[in-house]
């Protein structure tokens, strides 16, 4: 990936770990964090990838156990994925874990989540600090396709997660879960409540892509200030829950692609984001582009990364990826990109190329409801920086 990518990625770390950084510069310890977390993200990017038999990603059946009997079960790959997203910490920036912490803690309990209690005993769980965060984070930059699958019978979902936390790749898994209205297939970790990227066969697939964000004081402040300044806003706003436990709320409660829909256009959230959703006929397809109560809906053959394609929300926003020169990044070009791939066949995720595929892709997911049919496969980042390289086998499942 390109060094902005790069530096996009540990902002997103330091933003997941609220103020930390600049706490930590405070009580003299900045430079020994920067250097742990720099060595320890070298380390991770050494491990083998794409070469000889690789790890085949699990299913596990959380149908009566939920969230919190898969976290129990895998507490182990629970534990690792922690480390791996939040990186080692000097004593310093380990103490001051706990108040981002206690922020995030005190805003699920407080939002209109159903899921909250389940976080709060897989914080117990894990017995370390940080579950709160990963589980309120909403740090996802993705590129998503809703389209007629290939036979022209049915819709397909084509997704990536992009997001620069190592060990989302090679932590991934597909939990069986079920709701009120049915069984569904979600692409999860251990420790994980909400939903990102998920299949219900027979009614309809979705996932969530990072939104663009809300320049909170026009361009005086940096991204950095900019992002902080938003976190303080949606923690304030204890009343919304999070976009990944609405998207869950959907799997659980809707019976059909119409019924998801509108859903996910009407349910309050606490952070803009955009959904992407296809449903069982090869017509049942749409980008949904959510502000917290506003929405755009794109019917059809529709794709999404991390700008606003459809619609033009109040205020100024900047896309992932973009800057002063170019606001809206490489947003086009990816989903130029993944739309020339609408109701053809793919072979072995041959879609995830450049510029869908860069160093932060950790996911690649095809999901067709009708068929009852999804496909998953885990990437983390490459020596170089620049790509991102396969750390699973695909997993190819029917339900």
């Known amino acids: 990936m390109s060094r902005p990518r790069r530096v996009e990625g540990m902002a997103r770390r330091s933003f997941l770990l609220g103020g930390l950084g600049a706490a930590t510069l405070v009580v003299g ?12 993200h070298q380390d991770w990017t050494a491990l083998p990838k794409g070469r000889g038999p690789l790890p085949v990603i699990p299913v596990f059946d959380a149908r009566k156990v939920g969230p919190v009997g898969h976290a129990q079960a895998r507490r182990l790959r629970m534990n690792a994925l922690q480390d791996a997203c939040i990186g080692p910490l000097t004593p310093a920036a380990a103490a001051l874990l706990h108040v981002p912490e206690a922020m995030a803690r005190r805003w699920l309990s407080h939002s209109q989540s159903p899921y909250s209690g389940e976080v709060e005993e897989i914080a117990a769980i894990a017995g370390r600090p940080g579950m709160y965060l990963l589980n309120s984070s909403y740090e996802w930059g993705c590129t998503s396709l809703a389209a007629p699958s290939p036979s022209g019978t049915s819709a397909r979902l084509l997704r990536t997660v992009d997001w620069a936390m190592d060990g989302l790749g090679r932590y991934v898994e597909l939990a069986r879960q079920d709701g009120r209205a049915g069984e569904y297939l979600n692409v999860t970790w251990p420790g994980a409540v909400g939903v990102v990227t998920a299949m219900a066969p027979g009614r309809f697939a979705a996932a969530i892509n990072y939104a663009p964000n809300r320049s909170m004081f026009g361009s005086k402040l940096s991204d950095r200030l900019n992002n902080l300044a938003i976190a303080a806003d949606t923690y304030a706003n204890v009343s919304d829950p999070p976009a990944a436990h609405v998207l869950r709320m959907v799997f659980e409660e809707a019976r059909t692609f119409e019924e998801a829909r509108t859903l996910l256009e009407k349910l309050p959230i606490a952070k803009a984001a955009i959904f992407t959703l296809v449903g069982v006929e090869p017509a049942a397809t749409c980008v949904i582009e959510r502000d917290r109560r506003l929405f755009k809906t794109k019917t059809g053959i529709a794709s999404a990364a991390n700008a606003w394609r459809y619609s033009s929300f109040p205020g100024e926003w900047r896309a992932v990826g973009g800057d002063d020169d170019d606001p809206r990044g490489d947003n086009d070009e990816r989903c130029d990109v993944i739309e020339t791939f609408a109701g053809k066949p ?29 496909r998953v496969r885990g990437y983390e980042e490459s020596d170089d920086g620049e790509t991102a390289e396969p750390v699973t086998e695909i997993l190819d499942y029917r339900a």
């Open 29 to 40: 310890s900045a430079w020994h964090q920067s250097v742990l977390a720099e060595r320890f």
């Open 346 to 374: 793919v072979e072995d995720f041959e879609w995830v190329m450049d510029p869908i595929l860069n160093g932060g892709t950790r996911l690649a997911v095809e999901a067709d409801p009708g068929n009852a049919h999804i």
